[in-house]
């Protein structure tokens, strides 16, 4: 984000000296402006992006390998989850993102 010190405020009168040179006029100030100060940069372009979505794609949802060997550890009994580690996964299904 950029700030711009060449901001005219209507209740401050000084502002209109700012960005004008010391031999300039008040009135000419707010000719020495840009007619537009807002500036946008991304810093991925667009390749990139669209790169790494076509990657994204390429990774299956499920992991299949990972469900099978939990499948196995459930079947054989060697599975176990600790009550605190079940009441952890269900306040993070339950809580929205970020808390």
Known sequence: MKIDSNLLFPHDRSAERI??????????AREALPSCCDEVRLSADRESIEALKSRLKEVPEVRWERVAALRQAVQSGT???????????MLQDLLPAGL
């Open 79 to 89: 599975y176990h989850v600790s009550d605190q580690q079940l009441a952890d996964a």
């Open 19 to 28: 960005g004008a040179s010391a031999s300039a006029a008040p009135g000419k």
